[in-house]
């Protein structure tokens, strides 16, 4: 079926609707600008407020030779996914 096209209306800081191209692409800087100069300050209670997951040991172990040959046993074919120019065998 046709592809239907949702956007939403960018707007600037008023709320009128930019419509010239070059007007939208200066209000994504002025965004983006404003969004990565803002300072954010995480207090002691949201800290306290995240729960603490719990520590997998398994991860810190050693792999046994065995499983690594099964991960390796179980890697796809011979040839990488794309062109990387290595002639095959």
Known sequence: GPTIK???PLKTKTG???IDRKK???RW???YLELCSS???VTDIAFDAI??????GTLDQMSLGAEISVAI???A????????GIPLG
């Open 29 to 31: 800087v002025e965004l």
């Open 51 to 56: 729960k603490a997951l719990p520590t997998l």
């Open 16 to 18: 009128e609707v930019l």
């Open 24 to 26: 939208q692409m200066e």
């Open 77 to 84: 074919g011979v040839r990488a996914a794309g062109g990387d």
């Open 73 to 75: 046993g179980a890697l």
């Open 39 to 41: 300072q954010n300050v």
């Open 6 to 8: 949702k956007t939403a």
